[in-house]
């Protein structure tokens, strides 16, 4: 179930697509920079964009930085929506129940297929990144990088610490994919799946700002998206970190038993 | 004879609305079961609950002699479905979309998968369709993939609800032809429909549903035994009634009614005395005029209270 799963998923051309335009921003941000050859001065923009112009191996950062706060959760929230929801507009859902498909089994295989586009997604705009940050900056595969902190780091610290990011990055999208895949047994559709999911994250951003907020600041989902910048501190601040791990964690239990709950009670009438 | 479908006391309630409101269903195998009823008289419900797709307030449902839902995961691949019409996924060809479905649950080695799907699409007369995707496909051919995927795991059971939708008459006559094939090869149908020509053509018991109550059912041949009265056709009524003097119990333009079980012996009357006969029949009720007289006005008509 979960190889059908992700041959549906993967067989899409709605998939491709996304991911295409996904990558898209991080170019044209790119493309521009090279052009003007105007960074942002440190500390200004998305975080590494300021680094970029004299080490390009930093540009995968750059560009996941770019695409988290806004791109890449419509994009998830998009395919996580749809999930189950998009099975019951088009009326397949009842085909599959009745094939039978068990509806935990069905559910796992959804949840195995939105996490494996997560992945690729997240990994091919950091590919995307690489191949434009070596390509149209300066490289310094000998010289290492600097980290934030200021000091330097070895080529070989970064890949490690990219690869550690690209791994952050993709749980606090499960944390997104979670909230869209239990809306998305709640409603037939797809379109309210993927709009609930995507209300919940522009409150928390929204409420994140807010001095009044800041009570239940350690407890929104979007409290620690950015934390995998500290991943490139020296030495590495795993605070943040490990809470926004453990944030994401307990996000993602309670809504996927909660989808569980409802999906295997619910009454299929679509 | 063995018992695939039995329903005791079925109930589903949404709200306030009891859609379906206590039904005893008993479909046996070998049976090509009409289940009739007008529109939202609950039949969807009852097949969805069937399948396992909607869950009973009360009540018991025995499929292929495993509780319901429970049992879903061993009965359901012994049963083929089509239920509201036919789902698939556009972009992909109707090939892959059965492939898909295939692949989806138990049962059928990925080997022999192919040769189970073209096999299916053969039997609907899609076996040439090819790679189009099915977004491109009319309304017929989508409801012919639809039944392909119900018959695709050789199913002991068929629940079809409204199969001849959106097919033009040949198809129609196609499907039935199909029908009756596998029926002879020992298939059970369950056949949900509002379309009374389409079940008395097909099936062998029926089922009447309104307003959420099984207020019929029986086999067709019983429902529509012969009443033991003689229909003629005549140009001249009046004359029959001279002939048949009191035999006569009803009379509507040229078509009377008389009492008397053998036509042959009212024709010799008849023709004794001189009068034009042109037709002769046994009366047996026809079934819409069955189902009338035992479901009461349309559950989808609304009238204003008084």
């Given at each position: ?256 038993v909660a989808a569980w709950a409802n999906f295997t009670t619910k009454?299929?009438?679509? | ?150 018959l695709l795991r050789r199913p002991e059971l068929l629940v079809l ?21 596998l029926h002879r090869d020992g298939t059970t149908v369950f056949l ?115």
């Amino acid at each position: 179930m979960i190889l059908v799963e992700l041959r549906k998923m993967f067989r899409r051309p709605r998939t491709w697509a996304t991911i295409t335009v996904l990558n898209s921003l991080p170019v044209l941000v790119a493309v521009l920079l090279v052009l003007t050859d105007l960074a942002p001065r440190p500390g200004e923009g998305p975080p590494f964009l300021s680094a970029v112009l004299s080490n390009g191996a930093l540009y995968p950062l750059a560009a996941l930085a770019i695409v988290l706060p806004l791109f890449l959760p419509i994009a998830v929230a998009v395919v996580a929506g749809d999930s189950v929801a998009g099975e019951a507009q088009a009326g397949t859902l009842r085909y599959l129940l009745a094939r039978p498909v068990g509806r935990t089994r069905l559910l796992v295989a959804k949840l195995v297929a939105v996490l494996a586009f997560v992945l690729v997604t997240v990994v091919v705009v950091a590919a995307v990144g690489y191949v434009v940050g070596t390509t149209m900056f300066d490289a310094q595969p000998v010289a290492g990088g600097t980290s934030v902190s200021g000091t330097s780091l070895t080529p070989d610290e970064i890949s490690g610490r990219t690869l550690l990011a690209i791994g952050y990055v993709a749980v606090s999208m499960l944390g997104v994919a979670a909230f869209a895949l239990f809306f998305s047994t709640l409603t037939d559709s797809p379109l309210g799946a993927t709009m609930g999911a995507l209300a919940v994250l522009v409150a928390s951003s929204l409420l994140f700002t807010l001095d009044a907020a800041s009570p239940i600041a350690p407890y929104l989902p979007t409290r620690y998206w950015l934390a995998f910048v500290d991943l490139f501190r020296d030495p590495i601040l795993w605070r943040d970190i490990t809470r926004g791990l453990a944030l994401q964690g307990v996000y993602v239990g309670v809504l996927l038993v909660a989808a569980w709950a409802n999906f295997t009670t619910k009454d299929v009438t679509s | 004879m063995t018992t695939v479908i039995a329903t005791s006391g079925l109930v589903k309630r949404y709200g306030r609305v009891r859609a379906v409101d206590g039904i005893d269903l008993g479909v046996q195998q070998g049976d090509i079961y009409g289940f009739l009823g007008a529109n939202g008289s609950g039949k969807t419900t009852t097949v969805r609950m069937l399948l396992g797709l909607v869950l009973p307030t009360s009540g018991e449902i025995e499929l292929l002699g495993e509780r319901m839902p429970r049992a879903g995961r061993r009965v359901l691949h012994r049963v083929g479905a089509l239920i509201e019409g036919p789902a698939h996924y556009g972009h992909l060809s109707g090939r892959e979309n059965l492939s898909l479905l295939d692949a989806s649950g138990r049962g059928g080695s990925w080997r022999t998968r192919s040769r189970r799907v073209a096999a299916a699409l053969e039997q609907v007369g899609l076996g040439g369709v090819g790679r189009r995707p099915v977004k491109a496909y009319s309304m017929g051919m989508r409801q012919r993939l639809g039944l392909a995927g119900a018959l695709l795991r050789r199913p002991e059971l068929l629940v079809l609800d409204e199969p001849t939708n959106g097919l033009d008459p040949q198809g129609i006559s196609e499907v039935r032809e199909l029908l009756l094939d596998l029926h002879r090869d020992g298939t059970t149908v369950f056949l949900s429909s509002h379309l009374l020509a389409e079940v008395e053509q097909l099936c062998t018991r029926v089922g009447v549903l309104d307003r959420g109550r099984l207020v019929l059912q029986d086999r067709l041949a019983t429902l529509t035994a012969p009443t033991g009265s003689t229909v003629v056709h005549t140009s001249d009524p009046d004359r029959v009634r001279a002939a048949l003097d009191g035999r006569v119990t009803s009379v509507e333009g040229e078509r009377v009614i008389v009492r008397g079980d053998d036509p042959a012996e009212v024709n010799a009357r008849l023709v004794a005395a001189g009068v034009p006969v042109h037709g002769l029949a046994l009366e047996r009720p026809s079934l819409e005029a069955v189902v009338l007289a035992a479901a009461g006005a349309s559950p989808d008509r609304v009238d204003v209270r008084r």
